[in-house]
């Protein structure tokens, strides 16, 4: 009777460590195990170092207000987080709206397609994603609208993992990968058929100057829709909690600052173009976009157990543990930020690029 009680209770406790490691949350199941994280293109013994210099640039904000910067704050925090992010969230680096009775998956795939549906764009058109990460959201929108994409990411480690991704989906002939930075674009003038950007653009210290270069590179008459990180009407710059929060979210997550929800028409306006709708995707009677990041608390501590033995067997670079850590306090600023209604990461802004200029038309 010991003997049996004895081995049931293993069996129970062998199958709960299984459901805890394996089954709970998203990890073994979106292309990233936990014994391949790593710190980007950083090598490993520098991981903790770049950790280090990634929050210097707090210590130094001017550095992070200027385009020259910006490569190297924005780069480095990739580098530092894609791994986990990965692992620990999925390949689409952005929130969603809850949907009843849908996965988070498939919660986050519907509000992809949405925005590729806004644009208006036919199967073959080409289009571009501003700020593509791994290309969660650019395979889920080929596969939708059966469009080319091209994405840009300054992260090269983040243009490997998509190319890669996309090649195992079967979409690598729709989907497009290239490094550079979408303040200075490598591509001609009048060359999309249309523009969407995923919570990306906030990464940048100048939000007119990537608007202005998305209106460059699309055609006359196309589409751009952006889903923007802002803070919104209850924001209140003399409220000490409130700044609190906005800047846990900024320093968390390589923001040069958030900005205003006022001030995104009237960028897209000042560099030419038409506002089509502007709209908090956030507002009820959408559901929350931070429950995902609530019910994920004890899927954060099984990671962060998983981590930090990780790293003590030098397995994952030892500087993983201190991300994690900051991604989860992260993670508490952005809900409060969410259930004080005072930040919403899904300000959309829908725009069309007129069919001719403001020169062309006073001319």
Known sequence: MDSLALFFTGALLAGGLYWFICILGPA?????RAVDLSGGSISAEKVRDNYKQYWSFFRRPKEIETAEKVPDFVDT???????????GWGQSFHFSPSIPGK???????????MAVDLIDVKPGDKILDVGCGVGGPMRAIAAHSRARVVGITINEYQVNRARLHNKKAGLDSLCEVVCGNF????FPDNSFDGAYS???TCHAPNLEEVYAEIFRVLKPGSMYVSYE????????????EHVEVIQGIERGDALPGLRSYTDIAATARKVGFEVVKEKDLARPPANPWWLRLKMGRIAYWRNHIMITVLAALGIAPKGTVDVHEMLF????YLTR?????????????????????AEDERS
């Open 28 to 32: 073994e199941q979106k292309g990233k």
């Open 77 to 87: 925090f990739y580098n530092l987080v894609t791994d986990i992010y990965e692992w």
């Open 103 to 113: 996965s988070h998956r498939d919660a986050t795939r519907l509000h992809e397609e």
């Open 183 to 186: 303040l200075e674009m490598p």
């Open 198 to 200: 995923i919570e990306a």
């Open 229 to 240: 990180w802002v803070t919104t009407d209850r924001y209140r710059g003399e409220n000490p």
């Open 329 to 332: 306090k992260t993670a508490d």
């Open 337 to 357: 930020g969410g259930e004080t209604g005072i930040f919403t990461p899904m300000h959309m802004i829908l725009c069309r690029k007129p069919l001719k200029s």
